[in-house]
């Protein structure tokens, strides 16, 4: 290789020299691959660039890809792992991990968790109760009562299985309880909800069928890991919104 470089003027004739001093490699070593999901999409996206910079930060994603797989690894069989960081102040992202490895066929590597469509639990009920707080339903002082109660056939209970009694909604945030979230949901209704999480950027799926109904504040609803990051970075900044950045050179 190294005389049809030479031969070829790509390489010159004291540089071979010092390579063939050079031990030959005896083993394939591990090729890096960081942040392989994003990387993937980038290059489908706009495959003729020669260079395309992201705004992920490399020390970051490293340390954040192994700890997502650990952390799954710990957690049981066939599961996976999703992480998006993102700066508040410029919207860019700064880690994104899809996986807990691309080649983890076990765990589904290959498939972006972070765009996946998942219900996300209790992540969504700040929003709920914020959107209580702009229409004046309710301020984070308010009392709720933390109680057994059945709206209709549907009854929401707490993961701790207990009640608190009267809370007040700022309590019952911190506490991540379910019924005073609910509480404010059948005030604000399921469906302004939803459509009020699409005018932030979000694209919350629910099952078809009836009208959506109160579950959707407790998870019962799919929504991209990515749509929640954008959702936590309009409330980081004080209710505005923005678009989630990806790539560093555009603009």
Do not use: C
Request: net charge neutral; aromatic share 4%.
């Amino acid at each position: 290789v190294l005389a049809r470089l030479g031969a070829l003027g790509r390489l010159k004739a004291e540089d071979a020299a010092a390579a063939r001093l050079e031990d030959i490699p005896r083993a394939r070593r591990p090729f890096p691959i960081l942040a392989a999901h994003v990387a993937e999409r980038l290059i489908e996206g706009d495959a003729l660039a020669p260079v395309i910079r992201t705004t992920l930060d490399a020390r970051l994603q490293a340390a954040l890809e192994p700890l997502a797989r650990e952390r799954a690894i710990a957690i049981g069989p066939r599961l996976s792992a999703a992480v998006v960081v993102v700066d508040n102040a410029t919207g860019q992202v700064r880690a994104h991990v899809g996986s807990t490895g691309l080649f983890d066929r076990a765990r589904a590597g290959g498939v972006d968790m972070a765009r996946g469509l998942r219900s996300r639990g209790s992540a969504l009920k700040p929003f709920d109760s914020g959107l209580a707080f702009e229409d004046g339903i309710a301020q984070p002082e308010t009392l709720s009562e933390d109680r057994p109660v059945r709206f209709g056939a549907y009854a929401p209970e707490n993961f701790d299985q207990g009640h608190m009694g009267t809370i007040s909604v700022r309590q019952a945030l911190q506490a991540s309880l379910n019924v005073p979230v609910v509480d404010l949901l059948e005030v604000v209704r399921p469906a302004r909800f939803l459509a009020r999480l699409g005018e932030a950027g979000a694209h919350p799926v629910v099952p078809r069928g009836p009208a959506p109904g109160l579950a959707v504040a407790l998870g019962g609803l799919g929504i991209r890991l990515v749509d929640v990051a954008g959702l936590y970075l309009g409330l980081a900044r004080g209710g505005e919104t923005i678009d989630l950045v990806w790539r560093a050179d555009t603009g």
